[in-house]
């Protein structure tokens, strides 16, 4: 077993030795859900003031919602949200690099078949170069969406990995 693996079940341990939350039902107490990037220097629980069983949290690379929208659309047509706050980061690597760059890097680490498999799946990693045109550019995608109802409030944001604080973009 791994050093993570063994972290993983010493902090279940104690976790659950003091879990009195096994009651909280499945939809989000507070309706809303957070699309935010998978960066290891984000805690939205603690950075966006969520409570478990307040909210949704999404993540994956980029705080992408043409990646979420899966689990946005699940998130609002089954388990009852109505709002989205999207919150990209500044320092965010998906800023660091276009999609020839990432082919490149799979093709040499994993080989050219891993190449095609990506591009017989149309992957695109979905990278930016100007982080508030890209919440403002998600934003639209939401709202122009015909999965998200009209009546779904949606505000994008940036996070502030080197200060803590969040700034409202749109």
Known sequence: MSAIQKNVEATSEQYSSSFTKG???????????????MDARIDPAQAFGIELGDAHVIRNAGASAVDALRSIVISEQLLGTTEIVLVKHTGCGMLTFKNEDAYGVVEKSLGAEAVEELKAKSLDFLPFSHLDDA?????????????????????????????????RVV
């Open 23 to 37: 009651d909280l039902v499945l939809p989000p107490a507070k309706k809303y859900l957070v699309l935010t990037c």
């Open 135 to 167: 919440v403002e550019d998600d934003v639209r995608f939401l709202k122009a969406s015909k999965l998200v109802p009209d009546s779904v409030t949606i505000s994008g944001w940036v996070y502030e990995v080197e200060t803590g604080k969040t700034r």
